[in-house]
């Protein structure tokens, strides 16, 4: 398995080519140890709790928003995490993509190589290594948003058959997030002015003062089924400066985490190699003192 030594990225064998071929041993690259059990139990005895779900249809609507919406903020704090149903995303644009990116993946290796990620750059196609181990499984990373962000070589570069559904959506999405950061502004009872400053033409690839949880989650490899995923950051704009909203800060409920740019914030958090949350924890404000400075200073 040939590795750039510039950005310690395997960037030519792929899992879709490895399984092309009998496998004697599971290469170790992909072995990681300290992921071999789950934390929690899992029989049918303990059934895990249901993930909670939020209905986009009811947080629209005049006689069910007020309770719709305190679902969603509880699941927030308690779960950091929900699922969104009725969101009114097209079936049908949704199947399209998921059709263009099996093709994609189906394509032969040497058409996907070109997307490949160079040397000093995350995004592309390939598999990123964390602590030394890659994940069992392809991916293409790239950011599509702001638009002059965009790599030349990626997205713009992509089949039309592929581009033009994934284009579409895109701007579905992002009107949709924007719809959802406004129901969380309305949830945390912060300015939405400061929120929609932040996220205006946001970075797609923190805020809540620690009222939401920053929940970590994985999925478990199916050993005989392939799984796709489409996965869509919204992050505020690199021009931002982020941390704690200023209208939930008070002498009451002073910021927890430090403020720092967008861009630094992104910069610092990709040094660390992703490992869970650590990056998160230097951004913690130590001490009381520190944070009375910190909110006297603004």
């Known amino acids: 398995m040939a590795s750039s030594k510039s950005d310690g990225l395997d960037s030519v064998i792929s899992v879709l080519e490895l399984i092309k071929e009998p496998m004697i041993s599971f290469p170790q690259n992909y072995v990681q140890i300290d992921q071999q059990n789950p934390a929690f ?34 699941s927030c704090k308690e779960w950091g995490f929900f699922q969104l149903v009725n969101h009114g995303v097209s079936s049908s644009l949704m199947n399209q993509l998921k059709h263009e990116i099996v093709e994609y ?3 032969p290796f040497e058409e996907k190589r070109k997307y490949t ?9 390939g598999n990123a290594k964390l602590d030394g181990k890659l ?29 033009n559904p994934l284009e579409c959506y895109l701007l579905e999405l992002q009107r949709l997030a924007m719809k959802l950061l406004g129901f969380i502004a ?6 939405l002015k400061e929120i ?46 982020v941390g704690p909203v200023t209208s939930l800060i008070s002498p009451q409920n002073p910021p927890l985490f430090r403020r720092t740019g967008m861009e630094k914030y992104c ?22 003192e520190e944070a009375t400075q910190l909110h006297g200073s603004r």
């Not at 919204?234 to 021009?239: A, D, F, Q, T, W």
Request: charged letters at 30%; one cysteine or more; hydrophobic letters at 35%.
């Open 267 to 288: 910069k610092d958090f990709f040094s660390r190699k992703l490992h869970a949350k650590s990056f998160l924890e230097t951004m913690k404000i130590e001490s009381t």
């Open 186 to 191: 309305e949830a945390l009872k912060v300015d």
């Open 196 to 241: 929609e400053e932040m996220f205006d033409d946001g970075f797609q690839s923190i805020l809540s003062n620690g009222v939401y949880k920053s929940v970590e989650h994985r999925v478990t490899t199916n050993p005989g089924k392939e799984r796709i995923s489409v996965a869509f950051f919204v992050c505020p704009k690199l021009e931002a400066e």
């Open 41 to 74: 139990p899992v029989c049918s005895d303990h059934p895990l709790p249901a993930l909670p779900t939020v209905d986009f249809k009811l947080l629209v609507s005049v006689d069910t928003s007020d309770s719709e919406l305190e679902k969603m903020h509880s």
């Open 117 to 125: 990620v160079r040397p000093n750059d995350f995004e592309g196609y």
């Open 135 to 163: 994940d069992w499984g392809d991916r293409f990373f790239m950011i599509t948003n702001p638009v002059h962000r965009r790599k030349p070589h990626l997205l713009p570069e992509l089949p039309p058959s592929f581009r």
């Open 105 to 107: 993946y189906n394509l």
